[in-house]
């Protein structure tokens, strides 16, 4: 499976639109991008998932080009709230093996 | 509410003792998942069942022993553990385990176990 390389930490103030990169250089055809989100001691919690173009649903946005080997989730208007880990996974299939990387740990501010 | 519990959600052992994790899940779905989350590590997955059976076993060593008696609940037996095994232990389901269709593969997380093996 692609290995995937996302910012360790990111900072954001309530109210801005926080974007969170990815890089999957050496995703396949038949692999989906993923991402979830963890609060801390909880489990992870699916937020979307995309092949390519754009997604959105009513949390979040997933911005993926031609090429694939990058994605972008974005988050409109953070709240402090939205301070969690976000893990980019690239799943094969959009099926059920997902391996998980150090994910991004995003701090929001007031 | 994820629809996905665990007990205990604490838990202290000995390296001799024997426990037991149990997970729950009132979604109705057919698959189960086992993961391991270590606090310098990221989240590994330790096994897979799907209607009952397991479907993967991610080279987990011997005392850790997954049972799923059925599709709503799983258990994870722990025997002569040792203290790097301390982690948080999160139970997942989803509705199935095929491909291609986003809302049959989603797993809904439980709050997790966090094992301490002394």
């Known amino acids: 499976l692609a290995k995937t390389t996302q910012p360790i930490s990111m900072d954001s103030y309530e109210g801005q639109e926080v974007n969170i990169t990815c890089s999957h250089n050496?995703?396949?055809?038949?692999?989906?991008i993923t991402w979830y989100q963890q609060f801390p001691s909880q489990g992870p919690r699916f937020i979307i998932q995309?092949?390519?173009t754009k997604v959105t649903n009513e949390v979040a946005s997933l911005f993926i080009p031609a090429d694939r080997k990058s994605s972008t989730l974005s988050l409109p208007r953070v709240s402090l709230s939205d301070t969690a880990v976000y893990y980019c996974?690239?799943?094969?299939?959009?099926?059920?093996?997902?391996?998980f990387g150090g994910g991004t740990r995003l701090m929001v501010k007031p | 509410e994820t629809g996905v519990t665990q007990t205990p959600r604490h838990l202290v052992m000995g390296m001799t003792n024997k426990k037991s994790l149990k997970c729950e899940q009132h979604?109705?779905?057919?698959?189960m998942y086992w993961y391991k989350q270590s606090a310098k590590k990221p989240l590994e997955l330790m096994f897979v069942?799907?209607?009952?059976?397991?479907?993967e076993n991610n080279s987990v060593p011997s005392r850790f022993s997954p049972e799923c008696p059925n599709s709503s609940h799983l258990f994870l037996h722990l025997h002569t553990l040792q203290p790097e095994d301390s982690a948080l232990y999160l139970c997942?389901?989803?509705?199935?385990?095929?491909?291609?269709?986003?809302?049959?593969?989603?797993?809904?997380f439980g709050p997790g176990t966090r094992l301490t093996v002394l």
């Open positions: 995309g092949y390519k």
């Open positions: 979604l109705g779905h057919n698959a």
């Open positions: 069942y799907n209607f009952k059976e397991q479907t």
């Open positions: 050496n995703i396949a055809t038949n692999d989906y």
């Open positions: 996974l690239v799943v094969r299939d959009a099926g059920n093996m997902l391996t």
């Open positions: 997942a389901s989803s509705q199935g385990i095929a491909g291609g269709i986003t809302s049959y593969n989603e797993q809904f």
